[in-house]
């Protein structure tokens, strides 16, 4: 009785498979596609990102301006309202400015991967004890590295306005081949099951 229940689940799941599979190599290939285009054109991706960007901080603004109407004590109601501000005129400012726009979003995400190289370091000379510690450490040491050697290069106005771009561009290139390997390993799994 059991192996009369566990066959359709199998065959049900077979099925899901044997469909997925294409759906993750297609999107893994269109994300790839997205990618290189990125990276074809950084500006216009750059760009294209820091609009979205201006756009949501800009909506965030208007929501949380909306949401201070319901706040009656005024000592909330003041920071509600001037979180609100900084977003619409920030998003504001993103969306009338967008180059200057994108030099700032790019500074800032230069400024995280320091931030973030310096962080893992301070990790994993902390906690060298674990077992990968060291590969923490060489991992954020070349995350800073990095991230001071993009800074420096900042005052480019063509290195800072694709900088962005290029970075997005590389990250959808490795998730759309990612997609397409997981898509052809799923494959694999139904041939062998079938």
């Given at each position: 009785?059991?192996?009369?229940?566990?066959?359709?689940?199998?065959?049900?799941?077979?099925?899901?498979?044997?469909?997925?599979w294409?759906?993750?190599?297609?999107?893994?290939?269109?994300?790839?596609?997205?990618?290189?285009?990125?990276?074809?054109?950084?500006?216009?991706?750059?760009?294209?990102?820091?609009?979205i960007?201006g756009?949501?901080?800009?909506?965030?603004?208007?929501?949380?301006?909306?949401?201070?109407?319901?706040?009656?004590?005024?000592?909330?109601?003041?920071?509600?309202v001037?979180?609100?501000?900084?977003?619409?005129?920030?998003?504001?400012?993103?969306?009338?400015?967008?180059?200057?726009?994108?030099?700032?979003?790019?500074m800032?995400?230069?400024?995280?991967?320091?931030?973030?190289?310096?962080?893992?370091?301070?990790?994993?000379?902390?906690?060298r004890?674990?077992?990968?510690?060291?590969?923490?450490?060489?991992?954020?040491?070349?995350?800073?590295?990095?991230?001071?050697?993009?800074?420096s290069?900042?005052?480019?106005?063509?290195?800072?306005?694709?900088?962005?771009?290029?970075?997005?561009g590389?990250?959808?290139l490795?998730?759309?081949?990612?997609?397409?390997?997981?898509?052809?390993?799923?494959k694999?799994?139904?041939?062998?099951?079938?």
């Amino acid at each position: 009785m059991s192996n009369s229940i566990q066959e359709p689940a199998q065959s049900g799941n077979s099925s899901f498979l044997s469909k997925s599979w294409k759906w993750f190599v297609i999107v893994g290939i269109l994300v790839s596609l997205a990618g290189i285009a990125a990276m074809s054109l950084p500006v216009m991706a750059g760009v294209t990102i820091t609009t979205i960007v201006g756009a949501i901080f800009l909506f965030s603004g208007l929501v949380q301006a909306y949401h201070t109407f319901s706040i009656t004590p005024w000592s909330i109601k003041l920071w509600y309202v001037l979180g609100a501000v900084f977003y619409i005129v920030g998003g504001l400012f993103i969306l009338f400015k967008p180059l200057a726009g994108l030099v700032t979003i790019t500074m800032l995400m230069v400024l995280v991967m320091i931030f973030n190289g310096i962080t893992r370091m301070v990790f994993g000379i902390s906690h060298r004890s674990l077992s990968g510690s060291g590969w923490v450490i060489v991992s954020g040491l070349i995350s800073t590295l990095i991230g001071f050697y993009f800074f420096s290069l900042l005052n480019d106005p063509e290195f800072s306005l694709s900088l962005l771009g290029v970075f997005v561009g590389v990250s959808l290139l490795f998730e759309g081949v990612s997609f397409v390997f997981l898509g052809l390993q799923l494959k694999k799994v139904v041939s062998q099951r079938g």
